[in-house]
């Protein structure tokens, strides 16, 4: 079963979306660990490795995504686990969507994504973390 | 898709449900059979059809756009904008850092300084705030909770220092832990010393600036996290009932403090239902204060509520239909009788607003006063077969639902066991479902969605230098105050703290000296400990 960590990072207290979406997905059939809110990029590479996940969600309404994606994706890279694939979604500008790719983030899903959309691509996506040899 | 994709995407589905989107089934039509309740006159007891005889032919509602951005200067410039486009009350934005107790120095302010709002570290930034504003010839509100005792004292030190005594102030302070638990998640400490310094707040206010209104008590955030209109009637008035009951263990006398408790509601898609929603709180609320607590006067039993229109109803895609959804909820929030608005701006899904898009949501609420004609008489949809066949039905609903929170001790108890958490995120669940299966539209989203004419619009950005300059400012106040006076002052706030004395002295004492957002927070920190999110799904 896929692992998949939903997490909510900065100060954003704007929980909904996240918590549907990890309810949906393991509705759908994937084991969620939800970080609840007010998570640093340490809090969730730590929680990423820690819980050992495929695929990690980030979810974010406040605008501070051009900072905290980027710290995210470093903490990641720092601790090993830069091979995971992430996806964002919430309040991002369609501006900054490409600056986001460019970083890594392989999906942002905008306004209107339905929850089925998500679960399409994580099945689609995300496949088992390889074993290190 | 089929031989014409474009017909097919864009035929007019049947209706499939004749409900809500909070689930209320209408009825085909309501009649005389269907044995509504008397709902009175307006200004009298219990205040279903208005807190007052004329309402709107007396004295208009408040005017009061939401708004803030950046550093201080900035929103200084937005709020002498609206004021002079004629915006009639302040209400003010913070950024995250600032609402929830940390600095722009911090660490954990990294990325989020001026974003959701302006910065505010010490008394000076808000001074800047209000520069070349009169505080006692404006009202003001202020948006902020776990980090509201330190900006009332903030306002407070910057009306001494304009030599406007605190008698003739007025706003208010939204000041509403229990919701942040429930829904909009701004905290520092756990419920209970949370539940205190609200009280203290109430206390003093009470006391020391009798025209303001210490506590927003607030549906609109449980609206937005997901939660029905029944729901949203029914938390927002158990957490009336726990600020009061709060306030009453405290030895204040609901006749004194309950006249200035002041309500903040939602204004959402259906219309109906929005208007019925307001006129069953009003009259819950007076029955509440009249038979729980022993309220002898009227005034102590009237819901005087501002609104604001949902900005979850908004979307996206096709920007410039937000315009006509707002008009429809602002609607709804002054035919149900409301004290004061805001309406949302159209570009509110993407940014904070532009201040073209600031100036249409300003129109809006105009137009509504000055060309509708609908503020000429008193509650015009009283009497209405199906409005008062609603107001009847969400009263008893959200009674219900009171009840049960009653039977597991009061909303504290009911909070800490996440009943309301989790009935919101299961509504919520549920909505998003529906929309998901097509059983609700919403144009341009899952309908009518357009490649054609979905324009965009130009968003308002906030660079990162004004992190940076924020980050330098702060850092460099920080170092020209007088360090022993910070201190002294720091350790006062801590022993109120531990004890029992208001901490609103000791917290003015340290606003006085310069003390930060983040430092006083820290203090509540230390002495209050850390509330933790239990994560529930």
């Known amino acids: 079963m896929l692992r998949i960590l939903v997490a909510k990072p900065g100060l954003d207290g704007h929980d909904r979306g996240a918590k549907i979406i990890a309810r949906a997905l393991r509705d759908a059939g994937f084991e969620v660990i939800y970080t609840g809110l007010h998570q640093t990029p340490d809090m969730i590479a730590e929680a990423a490795v820690q819980e050992d996940v495929d695929a990690i969600g980030l979810s974010i309404l406040s605008g501070a995504h051009m900072t905290l994606f980027p710290a995210i994706m470093e903490k990641l890279k720092a601790s090993g686990a830069g091979g995971i694939p992430v996806f964002g979604g919430g309040i991002i500008p369609d501006d900054d969507t490409e600056e986001l790719h ?30 290190d040899s | 898709m089929g031989s014409d994709p474009i017909a097919k995407r864009n035929r007019r589905r049947p209706a499939r449900r004749h409900a809500t989107i909070s689930g209320t089934e209408l009825d085909p039509v309501y009649g005389p059979e269907t044995g509504v309740s008397d709902p009175g006159r307006p200004g009298q007891y219990p205040f279903t059809r208005g807190v007052y005889e004329d309402m709107y032919r007396g004295k208009g509602w408040t005017m009061r756009q939401f708004a803030g951005f950046g550093t201080a200067a900035d929103t200084n410039q937005r709020f002498r904008y609206l004021l002079s486009e004629g915006m009639s009350g302040l209400s003010t934005a913070f950024d995250m850092p600032t609402l929830m107790g940390f600095d722009p120095d911090a660490e954990r302010a990294m990325g989020e300084v001026g974003r959701e709002g302006v910065s505010i570290a010490t008394v000076e930034d808000m001074e800047e705030l209000f520069d070349g504003i009169r505080l006692d010839e404006v009202t003001t509100s202020m948006t902020v909770n776990c980090t509201a005792p330190v900006l009332l004292a903030m306002y407070l030190v910057v009306a001494e220092r304009q030599g406007v005594t605190w008698k003739d102030l007025g706003g208010t302070l939204q000041n509403d832990m229990l919701k942040e638990f429930i829904a909009q998640k701004e905290w520092i400490c756990p419920p209970r010393p949370s539940l205190r310094v609200v009280t203290d707040i109430i206390e003093f206010c009470t006391k020391e600036v009798p025209r303001w209104h210490p506590v927003s008590v607030s549906g609109y955030h449980i609206r937005e996290a997901g939660s029905t209109a029944v729901q949203e009637l029914a938390f927002t008035l158990a957490d009336g009932i726990g600020y009061v009951e709060a306030a009453v263990a405290r030895g204040l006398d609901p006749d004194d403090f309950g006249r200035r408790l002041s309500f903040f509601f939602n204004v959402h898609n259906d219309f109906l239902e929005e208007v019925a929603k307001i006129r069953a709180a009003r009259r819950m609320w007076a029955r509440i204060m009249r038979e729980r607590f022993g309220a002898k006067t009227d005034r102590a039993c009237m819901l005087r509520t501002h609104a604001q229109t949902s900005g979850a109803a908004l979307t996206a895609q096709q920007p410039l239909n937000n315009v006509v959804r707002v008009t429809v909820q602002a609607l709804a929030a002054v035919l149900s009788g409301v004290q004061s608005l805001h309406t949302n701006a159209l570009d509110e899904t993407l940014a904070l607003p532009t201040e073209e898009a600031a100036t249409v949501a300003l129109r809006t609420q105009q137009i509504l006063a000055e060309e509708t004609g609908i503020t000429n008489t008193v509650d015009p949809l009283g009497g209405s077969y199906a409005v008062e066949a609603l107001t009847d039905r969400m009263e008893e609903e ?41 059983d609700y539209i919403t144009v341009g989203v899952n309908g009518y969605q357009s490649g054609e004419h979905d324009r965009e619009v ?80």
Request: no cysteine.
């Open chain 1, 102 to 131: 460019k970083l890594g983030i392989q999906k942002i899903f905008k306004p209107g994504s339905t929850t089925q959309e998500i679960i399409d691509w994580v099945k689609d996506n995300v496949k088992p973390a390889e074993e």
């Open chain 2, 398 to 438: 959200a009674t219900a639902y009171i009840e049960r929170i009653d039977e597991m001790g009061g909303i504290l108890e009911a909070i800490e066991k996440g009943f309301p958490q989790q009935e919101i995120a299961e509504a919520a669940f549920e909505f998003q479902a529906a929309s998901d299966e097509g």
């Open chain 2, 458 to 537: 130009e968003i308002l950005k906030i660079g990162l230098e004004i992190e940076d300059r924020r980050r330098q400012e702060v850092g460099a106040r920080k170092r020209e105050r007088d360090a022993g006076a910070l201190d002294a002052a720091l350790e006062e706030v801590g022993r109120a703290a531990r004890g029992t004395d208001n901490l609103m002295p000791a917290i003015i004492d340290a606003v006085r000296a310069s003390a930060s957002v983040g430092e006083i927070s820290d203090v509540f920190r230390e002495e209050f400990g850390v509330y933790s999110d239990p994560a529930w799904l």
